[in-house]
């Protein structure tokens, strides 16, 4: 029975090794040639790129810097982000979902976006500054923007939404009894928290940091424009080497060299897990950094955690100090968007002295003035974010089915290769998408560079772990004897399938799609590498705009962008009757 | 604290009392005006069905739910308002609820080190309990390399390590299989003793009920049926409801017919039959007459001289020490006996007639 499985794995692997692999390849070949500046490549010279790479003060800075900002960008997401998760997973059923749907809202939203909001409140003259020097607490303005601080808060943004999603479905797996038997036992609240929760989490989280850190390594666009070209991380370094110096050979091994750091740290770091994986109390397993455990239970609402006493049993004081965290934590989660959306509707002049906020009037100016260009690139990313997500959901469904049930030799290694979109930092898989385009082009002479065709394959391509991982997650909770007895009650293979199987499945499948649509939609590095002058996508055009002329009507288009987000997830959950299913499915599980 | 003390506290005399207490969710059902005594050493067991309130009652006392309205008193101490930590309680909890990432002996150590006891007195003390519960070989191992048994045991000498004045159990046995169970049942009630630790129990297991404790508490609905020894409610439950719950029982309709100075005649499926008279019955009632399967007499049909009821074999059943049949009735209901029987005797489809002691017919009249 389990043989037939395995074939299942056959289309998913050949489909993630040629483009993992082959884009890789492609990308890293280059960085064994001699630059000839202007894209062109000359002899081959081994590691001599690499040997200058290291000798240059500005990379070996660049390397540092990257580092530096992403490790700060990590803990300050822990920071803010375990707290938060800890109360979403033990509170009570109601105030879970409004709070997780409050987390995923920001979640979605594409990176500009929120720099866009950052940029208000934190500019010389934003309503923040204004406040502080204004009031008196400060003589002169504080300034983040185009210095290290403002990345980090940009990587923490970038990320942070993120991180609260997996840890909460790290938490989720502890057993809330477990802190019932502490505190039978004499321990405190505090206690407990290091006593049980802590090192039963701290796999898990060991796991998070690792994702976080190496979406860091990779952030683009929040470090693009929070450092204002004056902070040079990896990512904004490999930008500038390709499009403003088109040194296409030192962008390739720069990129090598970011790929090598990010593996060396996740490799080091899955030998340390390995020694919590040996105890025999492995209980929280290293989650697969695609765990959306998060998002699932708000699309289907089942699984929170139902009717903790999160507060009846903390003090008062402690109640309000936990109260107050989390409640400071949304405000800095929701903060930049809210600005966004209010500042939209100032009106007046495009120019971006017109950005003001408090606005000064209310009008609907900027939206009447829509401009054709951002109208078109959201139908770009709309069409692009579907065709993406459909076909990896094609793919998850056999990958899934093949990783849970066959016993193909070397599983941990697949799964590891259908994870690898999420570990590569994706500012290289817009490289080496790229660069790959271009190779294709010149041995077959098709056009692929600058075309949809090509946005897609590379956004399918960073979507198949979102979607196998949901549905992975989903089948190894399914009890195989549902099949046994769809089989004993008459049905076929086929018929067992599309009766008993998809349907049980597909809460998994579709929480992992509508994740990957978002994600496809929010997406900058890889489209902007490989945007053509016809396909550019919504985030991108959003982040040019920014760049270099400042059109304030990028305020009522990102507007635009998070309402629609907004209502989709809104329209999801009421058309679906995922609800439904939920509830059967939430009496199967007791 | 001094290591005496450990043993003094069991030695002193606390009770636990619950005064009025109740309990209103939205949704599940409440607990409404609930009151009980333990006394001290005693092992009382809330015995009822799922959903009757008496896990709410155990996590009220433990401190995991605040009341709506009542009081919880252990030794005269009121503990209402008392956070889990402080209360000094120990428990078991269903599935046990250890801690993963500690060993055998780290776990029994937990409330211990909580309450500051020295290093040198936590390392005797484990090594005492490890004992008691005979697990000294497996101090070292994690919960997931322990049997189910072992689990119980170590959650067992856990809640019990820091000689609490009450330990509360919630279904400890029921993740085991029906032998292991019962060795566990003599096993908690020796230790139990050995202690002297007034326990409250919970659970939906008759015969578990009945081998474990002084005094069971029957619970339906957030309320308290018959409180009493299982000899007691087994012999003379108050209603068909508790007679049915603890053993088996056969209910026959009764009518009565006449009411005399002490006695009450009543006509019914086992004929008609004199019992004492009870309080609120007149001529033309409706009650229930209710009888143990092993109460029940079968003769041949034809043999029985006393008033019977004739009906036919309709399964029988080996279950090793006695026979149990079940016997059609003319009036189309049906009877549970238990017998000592020959292979031969009784078999399906024989008529019989079945007949009872009138000292052991129950009256029910609701």
């Not at chain 1, 204002?228 to 500038?240: K, M, N, S």
């Not at chain 2, 018959?226 to 088996?248: C, H």
């Amino acid at each position: 029975m389990t043989a037939r499985w395995g074939w299942f794995l056959i289309v998913p692997l050949s489909i993630s090794l040629a483009l993992t692999i082959g884009t890789q390849y492609i990308f890293i070949e280059k960085s064994f040639f001699r630059e000839l500046g202007l894209g062109q490549t000359g002899s081959f010279v081994g590691l001599a790129n690499y040997a200058a790479a290291l000798r240059s003060p500005l990379y070996l800075n660049s390397i540092v810097t990257t580092l530096r900002v992403s490790v700060l960008a990590t803990v300050g997401c822990l920071l803010l982000g375990y707290p938060l998760a800890y109360v979403i997973a033990r509170s009570r059923r109601r105030g879970a979902i409004v709070m997780l749907s409050g987390v995923l809202l920001t979640s979605l939203v594409s990176a500009p976006i929120k720099v866009l909001g950052l940029i208000i409140i934190f500019s010389k003259e934003g309503a923040l500054n204004r406040f502080l020097t204004g009031s008196g607490i400060l003589d002169a303005p504080v300034n983040i923007l185009g210095n290290e601080t403002g990345v980090v808060v940009g990587l923490v943004y970038y990320s942070l939404a993120f991180a609260v999603l997996l840890i909460y479905s790290i938490i989720g797996t502890i057993p809330v009894v477990l802190e019932d038997a502490a505190a039978i036992n004499g321990a405190g609240r505090v206690r407990t928290f290091w006593r049980v929760i802590i090192p039963l989490s701290l796999p898990g989280i060991a796991a998070v940091s690792l994702t976080v850190f190496s979406l860091s390594m990779g952030a683009f666009a929040a470090a693009a424009l929070m450092g204002g070209g004056r902070v040079l991380t990896l990512p904004v370094l490999i930008y500038q080497t390709v499009f403003l110096d088109t040194k296409y050979a030192t962008a390739s091994t720069l990129s090598a060299i970011l790929l090598v750091i990010v593996l060396l740290v996740n490799a080091a770091a899955g030998l340390l897990m390995f020694q919590f994986g040996t105890k025999p109390y492995r209980m929280t397993t290293i989650v697969a950094p695609t765990c959306l455990e998060g998002f699932r239970d708000l699309i289907v609402s089942f699984r929170v955690s139902a009717g903790r006493r999160l507060f009846p049993m903390i003090r008062p004081l402690g109640r309000i100090l936990s109260m107050a965290w989390v409640g400071a934590t949304y405000v800095v989660l929701f903060a930049p968007l809210v600005v966004v959306v209010l500042a939209s509707f100032n009106g007046g002049s495009f120019r971006a002295g017109a950005i003001v906020f408090p606005p000064h009037h209310l009008s609907l100016d900027w939206y009447v003035a829509t401009p054709y260009s951002h109208f078109r690139a959201f139908g770009i990313s709309l069409v692009l974010a579907f065709i993406a997500t459909a076909l990896a959901c094609l793919i998850a469904i056999p990958a899934g089915l093949g990783l849970v049930r066959s016993r193909a030799p070397a599983r941990g290694a697949i799964a590891a290769l259908f994870r690898m979109p999420l570990q590569v930092p994706v500012v290289i898989i817009g490289l080496a998408f790229f660069y790959t385009c271009y190779a294709i082009d010149d041995a077959v002479g098709t056009s692929l560079a600058g075309s949809f065709l090509a946005l897609v394959v590379a956004h399918f391509f960073i979507l198949t772990p979102f979607v196998i991982g949901s549905v992975t997650a989903i089948l190894q909770r399914f009890d195989d004897r549902l099949e046994d007895a769809a089989a004993s009650l008459g049905a076929g293979r086929w018929r067992t399938f599309s009766r008993v199987t998809l349907p049980v499945i597909s809460p998994g499948l579709f929480a992992g799609a509508i994740y990957a649509f978002m994600v496809s939609f929010g997406d900058v590095p890889i489209s902007l590498f490989l945007a053509g002058a016809d396909v550019t996508p919504f985030p991108v055009a959003i982040f040019h705009s920014m760049e270099m002329d400042f059109d304030a009507r990028v305020l009522s288009s990102s507007t635009i962008a998070m309402a629609f987000g907004l209502v989709m997830l809104l329209v999801v959950q009421k058309l679906t009757g995922l609800d439904k299913l939920a509830r059967s499915q939430a009496g199967a599980h007791g | 604290m001094e290591p005496d003390n450990v043993e003094l506290i069991s030695e002193t005399m606390p009770y636990l009392s619950l005064e009025h207490l109740s309990k209103h969710y939205t949704t599940l059902p409440a607990l409404e005006d609930f009151n009980l005594t333990v006394e001290a050493g005693e092992l009382l067991t809330l015995l009822g069905p799922s959903g009757c309130g008496k896990t709410t009652v155990l996590r009220l006392v433990a401190g995991f739910l605040e009341p709506t309205y009542g009081k919880i008193l252990v030794a005269g101490r009121d503990i209402t308002r008392v956070a889990p930590n402080q209360r000094g309680i120990g428990m078991v909890f269903q599935n046990y609820a250890l801690f993963p990432h500690l060993s055998t002996a780290a776990n029994i150590a937990f409330g211990l080190e909580e309450r500051g006891f020295g290093r040198a007195i936590i390392r005797r003390r484990v090594a005492e309990l490890l004992d008691l519960v005979q697990l000294s070989e497996a101090a070292d191992r994690y919960p997931a390399e322990l049997s189910g048994g072992q689990q119980q045991r170590v959650a067992l000498a856990r809640a019990v390590a820091y000689a609490p004045q009450l330990l509360l159990m919630d279904e400890p046995l029921g993740a085991l299989d029906l032998k292991l169970r019962e060795a566990m049942q003599l096993e908690i009630r020796r230790i139990q003793r050995e202690l002297r630790i007034t326990t409250l129990y919970v659970t939906h297991d008759q015969t578990e009920a009945m081998r474990i404790s002084d005094r069971i508490a029957i619970m339906n609905a957030g309320r308290i049926l018959q409180l009493g020894t299982a000899s007691e409610i087994y012999k003379a439950p108050v209603n068909r409801y508790v007679a049915d719950f603890l053993g088996k029982i056969n209910f026959f309709r009764g009518e009565v017919l006449a009411v005399e100075a002490h006695e009450m005649c009543i006509h019914s499926a086992l004929g008609d039959v004199r019992l004492p008279y009870r309080e609120g019955v007149a001529a033309g009632f409706s009650l229930t007459l209710g009888v143990r399967p092993d109460e029940m007499s079968i003769n041949a049909a034809g043999a029985c001289t006393q008033p019977s009821a004739s009906g036919v074999v309709l399964e029988r059943s080996f279950l090793g020490n006695v026979v149990e049949l079940r016997v059609q009735l003319a009036d189309n209901t049906s009877a549970l006996i238990e017998a000592k029987l020959t292979d031969e005797q009784f078999l399906p489809g024989e008529p019989v007639e079945l007949s009872c002691r009138i000292s052991n017919m129950m009256v029910f009249t609701e």
